[in-house]
C-alpha cells in the first residue's frame, strides 16, 4: 500500500507555489517516480501536490519569435 499522508491539487500556478512554499510538497506530474519510489518504501508519509490540473504549465505557445512548451504538456501534443 502506498503511504500518501495528503493529496493537494491546486488549479492555479500562484495556489500551487503557495502551497509549496507552506509546506513540503512532492510534486507529481504523471507520477512513475513518485509511485516507484513509494513502493521501494524510498519515501514513505509523503504529501503530494498533484501538477495536472494547472493549465498555465500545460501547452504549446507561440509568443512573437519564441516557443513555450509547458511542463504539463504531453507527448502526444509536442508530437
Known amino acids: 500500500m502506498l503511504d500518501i499522508k495528503n493529496?493537494?491539487?491546486?488549479?492555479t500556478l500562484d495556489e500551487a507555489l503557495l502551497l509549496m512554499d507552506r509546506k513540503?510538497?512532492?510534486p507529481m506530474a504523471g507520477g512513475t517516480d513518485l509511485i516507484v519510489e513509494m513502493r521501494n518504501k524510498v519515501m514513505?508519509?509523503?504529501?503530494?501536490?498533484?501538477?495536472?490540473?494547472?493549465v498555465e504549465i500545460k501547452g504549446i505557445r507561440m509568443n512573437g519569435?519564441?516557443?513555450f512548451i509547458g511542463a504539463m504538456t504531453t507527448?502526444?501534443?509536442i508530437t
Request: net charge negative; charged share 25%.
Open 24 to 26: 513540503i510538497l512532492h
Open 44 to 54: 514513505e508519509d509523503v504529501s503530494v501536490i498533484a501538477l495536472g490540473n494547472i
Open 7 to 11: 493529496i493537494y491539487t491546486p488549479k
Open 65 to 67: 519569435d519564441e516557443l
Open 75 to 77: 507527448f502526444t501534443e
